[in-house]
């Protein structure tokens, strides 16, 4: 069975301070592996993907994440956070065993302040 | 911004109700899912189905049903909602192809059953 771990519940970052979201993941095969952003009473909203090559992968309002094959994380950073960056931030993966059903982290509430 | 809707976005209902959450789309994706949100953020797959008239239970047991007549429309029904189904229901769409697309998410349902 595939499954994706966040450690943190929450992050609490200093506005203009680098922002980072740890994300572990166990999937058979290669990983496809996604964050998600979910803003209060909204839906998630896509922010990057990694399919293959490249580890390093660029995303939507500057975040960026890092394939690590070896550690099988993928976390996510910002270099500079904003105060409007304050959101719950969802991993997910899904591996060809479990064809295209995705599995969540339980999510990282990141709280950035001013 | 994703063209994926769902309605009612706030619901309260009392027990033994029975309630249907609607969720359209107007990308033309063959592929739709329902997920459950707990308080605790985590979010559960619930329903999904990969074309018309294609369902299929998710990893978490529900006594909800799903229907797909039509490729835009993929409505989840509670024929006797109880207190246990209050929660936040989330809608995603995906195009065709593998697993490594994306998937857009509707604004969601927060219901309550009293």
């Known amino acids: 069975a595939q499954s994706v771990a966040q450690p943190e519940d929450q992050v609490n970052v200093a506005e203009g301070n680098p922002l980072t979201v740890k994300c572990t993941y166990s999937v058979s095969g290669n990983p496809y592996l996604f964050w998600y952003v979910q803003y209060p009473n909204r839906g998630l909203q896509f922010l990057l993907k990694y399919i293959t090559g490249d580890n390093l992968v660029k995303g939507s309002y500057g975040f960026e994440a890092e394939f690590n094959k070896s550690q099988t994380s993928f976390h996510l950073k910002k270099p500079s956070a904003l105060v409007s960056d304050s959101a719950l931030y969802f991993c997910?993966?899904?591996?060809?065993?479990?064809?295209?059903?995705?599995?969540f982290g339980g999510g990282t509430r990141v709280l950035v302040k001013p | 911004e994703a063209d994926i809707y769902q309605t009612p976005r706030y619901l309260v209902i009392g027990t033994g109700k029975k309630i249907t959450l609607e969720c359209s789309q107007t990308?033309?994706?063959?592929?739709m899912y329902w997920y459950q949100q707990d308080p605790g953020m985590e979010l559960h797959l619930i329903h999904y189905s990969y074309g018309v008239n294609s369902t299929e239970k998710g990893d978490l047991s529900s006594e909800s049903t799903v229907s797909r007549i039509r490729t835009e429309h993929f409505p989840l029904t509670l024929e006797s909602a109880r207190p246990s189904h209050t929660s936040q229901y989330l809608c995603?769409?995906?195009?065709?192809?593998?697993?490594?697309?994306?998937?857009?998410f509707g604004p969601g349902t927060r219901l309550t059953v009293l």
């Open positions: 997910a993966a899904v591996g060809k065993a479990a064809g295209n059903k995705l599995t």
């Open positions: 990308m033309g994706h063959d592929k």
């Open positions: 995603a769409s995906q195009e065709r192809g593998g697993p490594y697309n994306e998937q857009f």
